[in-house]
């Protein structure tokens, strides 16, 4: 029953599949998973832009969209069709090709992602021995179609969004990369299949999270930073900043293109998570040794769904960065741990078991973080500003 | 350290989030059209015409002087004079507005109508929800649907209406009184008239009638504004 329950995706595909002739069955059992990603994320977005409505209106004392439906839960529903009903407008002067096709670029580049996204036992569509480099790989050609939008549009708020956000992105996908490089060495493997069987092991009741450990920890931390700079989320929407850029690469984006652009950021966000996750909290294993009769899945998509949270809880806490800071940020402090992080992992790897390993393990890391802290990250006192105007 | 305002921030922002649910205090939000807040007595939206008595047309107080008209910065006041003429609350005949239109969209509810207003024929009403699918015909208010009952003036604004009322009394008691005096003066000199020349008798009878004739305007009206 619990084995059921937790293979039941797998069982239906399997049944629905065995009704074709045996020579089609291979490919149409991948049409299904891929029909299933397109039809379950776009429905968590609807989800996810609802609950970050609702939760930043509460952050903020108030009650949030309530009117669409009990509770405002048709909200999404509205919003729907608002902007499938709404005037398709492509600037005059705007490179029409390009600018039409840097949302379906997004869109197909976000979702391409999720082909190697283990979200359950034996649920992953394509079970590649690379497939945390082929996600990368997607995840970097999403800065293509971002500056594609931003350079088709013939705007100069578009063409400043998209600089920053390529800026921005190739600047975080560095620590990013970097904070995952240390699973792989402890796995010795691409694959995220084997990275979530690598943490599916528990000592009493607790698991073998990658997250538990210094270095891990480390990582995990730099990972959800990198994370939220590489999905543009706030504190780091510099490429949208609606207070200086209209609404930076998608200004000129209107009606169903627009919501392409936002649904291919939050399902980009979904699949940062979901890699998140796999890589650091155990993927679809349970938290604890006596809940793994929960089926697999649930725990990918509550890890999901809480990474999202803390998503909406942080662009509810700080303000947006500056351009100064967030590179300053990126490259004298993230990528310096990340790089610390590596050779934690390797003295963690080569030290052998045993408890010293753990003190030592942790003081590389905390000091790292504190001289770094001080040290990167220390104010420059620059005196009163003074200006000169061209006389 | 690093970090540490950072975490204090998120603590600040979950404390509202989760206070939000617990504590009505922290949500101020007025659910508008389910639930209203009670609106401030000066609150002031846009003007309507004060009557008095039953009939909204025979009671109007406006006299139509166009002083409003005139003085209306965006213009929204169009007014028309009547070709007759009908009694006002003193009882004296006058001139009554055969139309007074205000164009909601223009009007900028600045009260400057009812500051010029001799007459206390113009007020404030705190009435907002005039929102309308007819933008043309639904904006402009006619007589008919800016005139308001004195009692309605009474709900909406008692203080204000309480000493305009006192105002309007004190000016028809003064003019009942001047009236009165005024026929008493007549009467007086009637009846001098009569007493000096006591032989003709003609002239003194000449001058009695008019004096009943100012003052019978003065009390009937007066009768019928109460």
Redesign the interface.
């Known amino acids: 029953m619990v084995e059921k329950a937790d293979q039941i995706f797998v069982l239906l595909q399997h049944w629905l599949v065995s009704f074709l002739p045996a020579a089609w069955q291979h490919a149409a059992a991948v049409l299904l998973g891929v029909v299933a990603i397109i039809a379950v994320y776009p429905t968590l977005f609807a989800l996810a832009v609802l609950m970050e409505r609702k ?1 930043l209106g ?6 949030g969209p ?1 009117r669409v439906g009990p509770y405002g839960i048709l909200q999404p529903v509205a919003d729907g069709i608002k902007s499938l009903t709404k005037e398709d407008i492509v600037p005059f002067r705007a490179d029409g090709l390009v600018h039409f096709v840097a949302p379906l670029v997004l869109v197909v580049a976000v979702f391409m992602g999720f082909a190697v996204l283990p979200m359950g036992r034996n649920m992953v569509l394509v079970d590649m021995d690379a497939s945390l480099l082929f996600f990368f790989a997607m995840g970097a050609s999403t800065e293509l179609s971002v500056f594609m939008a931003g350079w088709s549009s013939r705007n100069k708020y578009s063409l400043l969004g998209a600089m920053r956000a390529v800026a921005q992105m190739i600047s975080y996908e560095v620590p990013l990369l970097l904070s995952s490089v240390v699973i792989v060495m402890m796995t010795g493997s691409l694959s995220l299949e084997r990275m979530v069987e690598a943490q599916n092991h528990y000592t009493g009741i607790f698991p073998h999270w990658f997250v538990f450990t210094p270095w891990g920890l480390a990582g995990f931390a730099m990972f959800v930073i990198a994370s939220m700079a590489e999905t543009n989320r706030s504190p780091f929407d510099l490429p949208e900043g609606e207070s200086e850029l209209v609404a930076g690469y998608f200004t000129e984006y209107s009606g169903f293109k627009f919501a392409l652009f936002f649904l291919g950021e939050y399902v980009g966000m979904f699949g940062i998570a979901g890699l998140g996750a796999t890589l650091f909290l155990g993927g679809w294993s349970a938290p604890f040794s006596f809940l793994t009769w929960v089926p697999s899945w649930i725990w990918f998509f509550a890890k999901v769904e809480i990474w999202i949270c803390f998503f909406i ?2 662009r ?3 303000p947006r960065l500056r351009q100064d800071q967030l590179m300053n940020f990126a490259w004298k ?1 993230v990528l310096p741990m990340t790089l610390v992080n590596l050779v934690d992992a390797a003295v963690w790897r080569f030290m052998g078991e045993g408890w010293l390993r753990w003190v030592v393990c942790s003081a590389i890391v905390l000091a790292a ?2 001289l ?3 040290v990167g ?1 220390r104010r420059e006192h620059l005196g009163p500003r003074s200006y000169r105007y061209a006389e | 350290m690093l970090g540490e305002g950072i975490l204090r921030g998120l603590a600040e922002t979950a404390r509202n989030f989760a206070g939000s649910y617990v504590s009505k205090e922290r949500l101020t939000t007025v659910q508008y059209p389910e639930e209203r807040e009670p609106q401030a007595e000066a609150a002031r939206v846009f003007p309507f015409l004060v009557y008095d008595g039953a009939d909204w047309e025979a009671g109007l107080r406006c006299v139509a002087c166009q002083i409003c008209e005139k003085e209306c910065p965006p213009k929204c006041i169009y007014i028309e004079k009547s070709k007759d003429k009908k009694p006002d609350f003193v009882g004296k005949p006058q001139i009554y507005p055969a139309r007074f239109d205000i164009d909601v969209s223009v009007c900028m509810s600045c009260q400057i109508c009812v500051e010029v207003c001799p007459f206390e024929a113009i007020k404030m009403n705190n009435e907002f929800e005039l929102s309308t699918d007819d933008r043309f015909g639904g904006l402009l208010m006619d007589r008919e649907a800016l005139a308001k009952s004195n009692e309605y003036y009474h709900t909406i604004h008692p203080t204000e209406a309480g000493e305009v009322d006192a105002r309007l009394a004190e000016e028809k008691a003064k003019a009942e009184s001047k009236a009165k005096a005024a026929a008493e003066a007549a009467a007086a000199k009637a009846a001098a008239a009569a007493s000096a020349a006591a032989a003709p008798s003609v002239p003194a009878a000449q001058a009695t009638p008019p004096a009943d004739k100012s003052t019978a305007p003065a009390e009937n009206p007066a009768g019928g504004g109460e």
């Open positions: 939760g509460r952050m903020q004392n108030r009650y309530n809880w942080v509810g806490t700080l402090f973080y504190v770094m802290g001080r990250m």
